[in-house]
T-cell receptor, first 113, second 113 residues
Framework: SQTIHQWPATLVQPVGSPLSLECTVE??????LYWYRQAAGRGLQLLFY??????ISSEVPQNLSASRPQDRQFILSSKKLLLSDSGFYLC????????????FGDGTRLSIL | DQQVKQNSPSLSVQEGRISILNCDYT??????FLWYKKYPAEGPTFLIS?????DKNEDGRFTVFLNKSAKHLSLHIVPSQPGDSAVYFC????????????FGKGTLLTVNP
């Protein structure tokens, strides 16, 4: 079976500090990978997705970037965090092909002080 | 523009009764719809999906109904159990691609014993 791991579960960072959130998937190969954010009182918003190693598509221009150095590893980064980057960050994977559900990790609660 | 709307932020039902969660969408290009359940401090868990070529899909206690002309879908849970208490999100996907899910803001379901 497939599993997805995200860490850390919670993170408190000062404004202006860098960020690196990691996500790994097990039990599958060549999955599609996604980063979402849920801000307070809002729905899930797609930030980035990847259909293969080194292939990153950005949905929302912002202070964040993503990378996929390995097939089942997806990293969300920032060089300098802003207060507005606070939120709940979720990684997800799906099989390739149309009409496939996305399966989420347990998320990282990021608080910027 | 909120393309997926869950107009009821919360719903309370008695154990054993039916729970009906509603979702409206505006994007006529959506051809695949999903429901997710989310417990606090966890990522969303995929529940059930439906393709736009169908009007009903059933999986155990969960049934999703799609009314394309009204751009409306609903999730029925019968019978409701206290463990069903969670936030439920609906999501839509367009173009047969599986990378962009547009989520509603969620409905908090409370099932009372």
């Amino acid at each position: 079976s497939q599993t997805i791991h995200q860490w850390p579960a919670t993170l408190v960072q000062p404004v202006g500090s860098p960020l690196s959130l990691e996500c790994t998937v097990e039990g599958t190969s060549n999955p599609n990978l996604y980063w979402y954010r849920q801000a307070a009182g809002r729905g899930l918003q797609l930030l980035f997705y990847s259909v293969g190693i080194g292939q990153i598509s950005s949905e929302v221009p912002q202070n964040l970037s993503a990378s996929r150095p390995q097939d089942r590893q997806f990293i969300l980064s920032s060089k300098k965090l802003l207060l507005s980057d606070s939120g709940f960050y979720l990684c997800a994977w799906s099989w390739t092909g149309g009409n496939q559900p996305q399966h989420f990790g347990d998320g990282t609660r990021l608080s910027i002080l | 523009d909120q393309q997926v709307k869950q107009n009821s932020p919360s719903l309370s039902v008695q154990e054993g009764r039916i729970s009906i969660l509603n979702c409206d969408y505006t994007n006529s290009m959506f051809d695949y719809f999903l429901w997710y359940k989310k417990y606090p401090a966890e990522g969303p868990t995929f529940l059930i999906s439906i393709s736009s070529i169908k009007d009903k899909n059933e999986d155990g206690r969960f049934t999703v109904f799609l009314n394309k002309s009204a751009k409306h879908l609903s999730l029925h849970i019968v019978p409701s159990q206290p463990g069903d208490s969670a936030v439920y999100f609906c999501a839509g996907n367009s173009g047969g691609s599986n990378y962009k899910l547009t989520f509603g803001k969620g409905t908090l379901l409370t099932v009372n014993p």
